[in-house]
């Protein structure tokens, strides 16, 4: 069982940056890749960006592209997701999850464990 918690959510404008953390607890982080959904109010989640158990394959939407990074350090058993240029489209509710395989899906399906999320509201 693995515990996942996201962290970092907030309420920024257009342009800005935000760090969301998703600390691991309770399994071997390291079997894991994670994945970075997310929620907007009144639309289905979607797939943002996931990294591959040794963080050395990454995958990103097309809406992320340029603009989110995607890392995790398994040593503190924590994934990141780094987003810049923020825009009104990106608010929503963040999601990390979890797969106990070497390379990540972008089906929520697919996935083991998640987050209960964190907000991110984007003001334009």
């Known amino acids: 069982q693995v515990l996942l918690v996201e962290s970092g959510g907030g309420l920024v404008q257009a342009g800005d940056a935000l760090r969301l953390s998703c600390a691991a607890s309770g399994g071997t982080f390291s079997s894991y890749a994670v994945a970075w959904f997310r929620q907007a109010p009144g639309r289905e989640r979607e797939f943002v960006a996931a990294?591959?158990?040794?963080?050395?394959?990454?995958y990103y939407a097309d809406f992320t592209k340029g603009r989110f990074v995607i890392s995790r350090d398994n040593a503190k058993n924590t994934v990141w997701l780094q987003m810049s240029s923020l825009k009104s489209e990106d608010t929503g509710n963040y999601s990390c999850a979890a797969v106990g395989s070497a390379f990540p899906t972008r089906t929520e399906g697919n996935y083991d464990f998640w987050g209960q999320g964190t907000q991110v509201t984007v003001s334009s």
């Open positions: 990294i591959s158990r040794s963080g050395g394959s990454t």
